[in-house]
């Protein structure tokens, strides 16, 4: 995705459960040689459920560390040597029961500099099914069904606990319109 992964030719100094940290000598523009250093952990999936009457899905979770329950769009980590779009469908299918046809790539990012961590944003469309959620011992949630113009209410007033920082950017650029595009048919719109 175009994007220098240090940690490939780098060591590794920490293991940890959910990060690890990598360091490297990097020759400075002087000719010195200083000590880099970065964090790394698994790549994110997040997902923007599309009903076929045109509203979202969202939930409200609580886990065992948070202070109280928030509202989330569905995300989840990404195992490891896991296809990113099979983890797509995992994470939807266990937090809402859901099994959506297609999912459309639509954002690739990485957030936080200093820390490879990548967020893949997909679109899912055509329900198929629903079951019941597979949730983690440490989640818990309910199902939020929102409209596109109460989505768009909570992501202006910060009402979701994460940042949903892909609808954010089309506020940032003042293009709604391409946003309402984008969920119209998020075929056109994918990543390569």
Not at 32 to 45: I, N, Y
């Amino acid at each position: 995705m175009g994007t220098k992964l240090h940690s490939e030719h780098s060591e590794k100094v920490f293991e940890g459960v959910r990060w690890d940290i990598y360091q490297w000598q990097q020759k400075m523009f002087d000719g010195s040689v200083e000590t880099f250093e970065l964090a790394k952990r698994d790549d994110t999936v997040i997902i923007i459920p599309l009903l076929d009457d045109g509203h979202i899905l969202a939930v409200s979770e609580r886990q065992p560390h948070w202070d109280k329950d928030g509202l989330v769009l569905v995300a989840g980590m990404v195992k490891k040597e896991e296809d990113l779009e099979l983890a797509a469908r995992r994470e939807l299918e266990e937090e809402t029961g859901y099994v959506f046809k297609d999912f459309y790539l639509v954002d690739v990012d990485y957030p936080t500099p200093g820390v490879e961590w990548g967020t893949y944003t997909y679109i899912a469309k055509n329900l198929v099914e629903q079951k019941e959620k597979t949730l983690d011992p440490g989640e818990q949630n309910s199902i939020v069904i929102l409209s596109i113009d109460e989505l768009i209410k909570n992501v202006r007033s910060q009402s979701f606990l994460f940042r949903p920082a892909y609808i954010e950017n089309f506020f940032v650029r003042d293009n709604v319109d391409q946003l309402l595009k984008v969920f119209k048919n998020p075929e056109d719109y994918q990543v390569e």
